[in-house]
């Protein structure tokens, strides 16, 4: 046999036991100390982690998850916080893993592939019991999959049919959102799109493209403007389209935040809404029922969503094998003053 | 000696090496597919991943954090993401751990202790290179510091002196908007507060007070009214407060949550602002400036002082043992059209 083994004797691990003998104290004091469960006297307990430090004691609790294989976290990735959507999937999300005894450990990857990677690898390093993700491309799947975490994929699906996934029919109802514009008397719609090579906004982009297609209105690709994730890049380019000759009567914003972009730019221009301009956003957000008029949005219950993907995660860590699902969530247009026919030309 | 050993030999651990050869790969294969760092043709993943499984090999990273003793990972612990002021106080700090290599898992405690005790428990679990916390009592900080692991609290501090803070000075601007206020001649103020028993509460309520003070106008503590952290329970609170006889001529809002509650109030009952009530904000939010008129609020840069509390949390991580800080970041007032004089009795 070619196996080599150190010389010298590994040292033994050191025990509970053995921190409570150096420290001075019970083995029931020490335990409490050490999992922080329980109060322990300033004192004692400054001597007990001193003696587990020096006898490199690994503490209970990582002890206790190494040994059962099993953690009590679920990691959580999302593209940005600071998107009142995402925020409200966590909540979602956390709200219901509290209440299965789960601590919800969330990673903002800011889009970015590298972080979304990094996150997910910390995810398996810290035992993970599963990690609810809004993805930026299937590799985080299949990686998190290749190491045996059960994965739920929401918002955007990008492993269908190797991983859970829970979304809405974002063609369907970005269709309904743009015949209602096209109901009213509109022709020229513009498109605020965010990252059309995700789901979501292929998605979004099909429907767009269907309803005009079905209402034989001429494609016009310089209606369709890829503005980013961000208020201020989306107030520029809507600057930029509403300036133009041939500009939109009506301007369909993709996300929350383009919808922003959208009306401050109108504000900016002193436009009218809706006499001047149509504006409709894909996701409601608070502000949108504070301005006046009310924003016309499409609501998706992004709590729901959370607790659908938490629920369909618990399932999968209880019944690995079984076969991947993809549950699709309704959402809704809200209506309020954000829309009317255009003036006439 | 007592001490009692197991009879039979403990398992010797499985080593990388163990695992390569039971797929039936290179060491480095081996090494890479459980790393997660560099593609592995999927295949062979799947054996090595069995084979680990199989064999109770500790994947990489975790024995690397294990025997190294840091992780590259922070911890952060913040109240309730679906508030603004969270959102943004993360992605300060998620921005600046990124830059530093880091990578920041958030917990929302949701304003719960027990919660945030087992977050906690979770980041010494998993070996956080440090925490940032908005702390719910001073429980959460003492616990981690016994436990070894660097400490920042952020916008609320429990443990002056024991751990490092970055905070703003709440008392100071809390006070120069209720001048503000009586400046324009308002008298009865009411001051609508989440959690007065958290140094933020209780600091925004010395100002507030101690402005009355100064301008002898007496004590009224029923205008004073703690409304929680959440729009629906602000909302009714401010209805209540607003249909008394007496009712308040402004109202001060020591939350962006707050404020909304008493800017949806003043619409239900068909308020006039700033003509019939002035309101102002501890904190802005996005939509303050999409109203018309805008809300005067209290702007403290959330991001920054994320920033500042990374910053300072890698100082600590360099140098364990020096005193502990306080950072005061500065918080403006900017002006918008939601106050007035009130109107004559």
Redesign the interface.
Known sequence: ME?TFPRSTPPRRATL?DVARAAGVSQSTTSR?L???GYVAAAA??RI?AAA?ELGY??H??AR??RKQVS??VGVLVSD??N?FY??L??GI??RA?SRGY??????D?G?LD?E??????F????AAGVIVTPLSADVST?LL???IPVVEVDRRFSAGACDAVVIDNASVARRMTDHLIALGHRRIALLIDETDWTTGSERFAGYTRSLADSGIPDDPSLVVSAGWDVGGARKAAVGILTRRDAPTAVFAANNLLA?GV??AASDLGLRIPDDLSIVSFDDA??MS???PGVTAIAQDAVALGEAAMDRLLDRIEDPDAAATTTVLEAQILPRGSTSAPRPA
């Open positions: 196996e036991k100390a999992s922080g469960e307990r400054d982690v430090d690994v503490p609790a990582m998850s190494l009590r976290s916080l600071r009142t925020a409200d966590a909540a956390a709200g509290r601590t919800m450990m969330l990673v903002d800011q970015l972080q990677l990094h996150a997910a690898q910390a398996v390093a810290t035992r990686y290749r190491q045996r922003e009306w401050r608070q502000w504070m301005v006046s």
